[in-house]
């Protein structure tokens, strides 16, 4: 069972994402913050990262590459749809980037996407 940590302030969306990977054989802890996400990473082992980019105390964007020196997989799912911001997320090292809002069966399919593709190159 793939472990999934999701990184949303909005409680709503967390608890959406939640609900829908958890229906789907994931297991999952959630963080509302930025600061929070990296004690999670500091304690835990996940398999992707799903990392909104407006957090409260730390930008997903300035958690990213501390994320990234543990080797996970990051899917930044944000708000924040410039193209610029999502060139940055990629350059940055998000293995994929979703603009909300998202259908939630496409964010499935990226999640497994990326498990798939990622693990593949790591096995």
Do not use: H, W
């Amino acid at each position: 069972m793939n472990k999934i940590l999701i990184v949303e302030d909005e409680q709503s969306i967390s608890k959406l994402i939640d609900l829908s990977l958890s229906k789907n054989g994931y297991l999952c802890k959630t963080a509302f913050d930025g600061i929070s996400a990296g004690e999670l990473i500091e304690k835990e082992t996940f398999d992707l990262v799903l990392l909104d980019v407006m957090l409260p105390g730390v930008s997903g964007f300035d958690l990213l590459p501390y994320i990234k020196e543990y080797g996970t997989p990051v899917i930044f799912i944000t708000a924040k749809s410039n193209v610029s911001d999502r060139v940055r997320g990629l350059k940055d090292g998000a293995d994929d980037y979703i603009v909300k809002p998202f259908d939630i069966s496409e964010l499935l399919a990226r999640v497994e996407a990326v498990l798939r593709r990622y693990y593949k190159t790591q096995r």
